[in-house]
């Protein structure tokens, strides 16, 4: 039981850090967004590029924020905090669970071979030849796998990291 106590605490922990780091894709994504206008404008070259680039970085960035937006009680789907030391009522976590699950379990069943096949053939987006468009599939596969951990570590008690939401 302690090892899968370990396993719930290491699965939780990281989690927190991928939610920490991949707030920071903000800063290149403004920046990108930003450089557009001027690439087009005034270099008129590479304004494509740097969008490619911004959907890379946008796709990554939503993936994770949707499990940030949950866990931090922010979403509009996600659990509504409870004021005080109560705890939330176990069937909010099981009502959780039960919606998101089956989507996220559909999603992936239904999305997994394209999203090997554009890995393995490493798509490119197609207005640009730009590499990178599988990595967009990937971050779907990765919102939906974080979405499912979500629920899961809702549902288990005393899952919590200490700081955590």
């Known amino acids: 039981m302690a090892a899968a106590a370990g396993a719930v605490f290491m699965v939780e922990k990281g989690m927190n850090r991928l939610i920490a780091v991949s707030g920071l894709l903000v800063l290149p994504l403004a920046a990108l967004l930003l450089a557009q206008w001027p690439l087009r404008e ?11 680039a911004a959907q890379v970085l946008f796709a990554l960035y939503v993936a994770v924020a949707v499990t940030a937006a949950s866990k931090s009680h922010t979403h509009l789907a996600s659990l509504q905090p409870h004021t005080g030391n109560a705890s939330r009522p176990r069937w909010h976590a099981w009502a959780l669970l039960a919606c998101v699950a089956p989507w996220a379990l559909f999603m992936l ?47 288990l008690p005393g899952s919590r990291v200490p700081g955590s939401p």
């Open 42 to 52: 005034l270099i008129q070259a590479y304004s494509r590029q740097a969008n490619d």
């Open 109 to 155: 069943w239904a999305s997994w071979p394209l999203v090997l096949a554009s890995v393995a053939s490493f798509e490119r987006f197609g207005e640009t030849l730009t590499p990178g468009y599988f990595v967009i599939k990937l971050a779907m596969a990765l919102m939906l796998l974080l979405a499912l951990a979500e629920g899961l570590l809702e549902l």
